[in-house]
């Protein structure tokens, strides 16, 4: 019998939103804008060449947070995630990441606060974004081009995606650690709202974050060994 998900092709693409507003940034992810009118999830996809099934999936992953997949999507358009994954991870390196560390300083540099907590908490998020950095490098430059070549047929016989699985650490960790030490040793000092925003922040980074390695090791990682096993079964 086959899963009922969530979401549907035919499902009006703004219900997706209201049902859960996260999905926003999958939808952006895919590369598609707002301004969907009444159009169904397939009739918005079609429209701007995108694969629905893959699209779905990742959208109902996600959303029914069900990180046991049951059966495997043969269908998944792989380089459809790989531009989805490039797309999250410019959103992080170049708006989220950098928007969270200008809150963090305006916060950190109020009149009622003193200049060693800014420096430790500036000094150990800077560490933080240069360990993402190179993670996503990694992902970059390593990973995707691996796979885009695996499926042209071209694979390297010296690396296989179980070189990315072992060393895919969490990154949302660190961030979970600036997360606690700001609740814990943020001097009480003067108005609390800048502070508050910047919880709010790394608070939905984190989350976010979180989701995109669940994408990666529970979707695009087994895709990959399903590639290629078929590419050594085929030598």
């Not at 701007?48 to 999936?57: H, P, Q, R, V, Y």
Request: charged fraction near 25%.
């Amino acid at each position: 019998m086959q899963q009922q998900h969530k979401f549907s092709a035919n499902e009006k693409m703004t219900n997706l939103i209201k049902e859960d507003h996260t999905l926003l940034l999958v939808i952006s992810r895919f590369g598609l804008s707002l301004g969907f009118g009444n159009k169904t999830v397939k009739e918005v996809c079609d429209s701007n060449g995108i694969d629905c099934e893959t699209f779905l999936a990742v959208v109902n992953f996600l959303s029914e947070s069900n990180f046991e997949v049951e059966t495997l999507n043969e269908n998944l358009d792989l380089k459809s995630v790989i531009n989805y994954l490039q797309n999250a991870h410019s959103y992080f390196i170049d708006f989220k990441l950098p928007a969270i560390r200008s809150k963090l300083l305006q916060a950190v540099e109020t009149p009622e606060q003193t200049l060693p907590y800014g420096e430790i908490f500036l000094k150990f998020f800077d560490e933080y974004v240069l360990e993402v950095k190179k993670h996503m490098a990694y992902e970059n430059k390593v990973v995707f081009p691996y796979v885009l070549n695996l499926l042209n047929g071209k694979a390297d016989e010296g690396y296989s995606i179980s070189v990315f699985e072992d060393r895919h650490n969490e990154i949302d960790s660190r961030l979970v650690e600036l997360k606690n030490i700001l609740i814990r040793y943020f001097p009480s000092k003067g108005s609390n709202h800048l502070l508050t925003e910047v919880l709010f922040d790394i608070l939905s980074c984190e989350k976010d974050l979180a989701s995109h390695n669940q994408v990666e090791d529970y979707l695009f990682a087994p895709a990959i060994e399903v590639v290629e096993q078929k590419y050594r079964t085929a030598k």
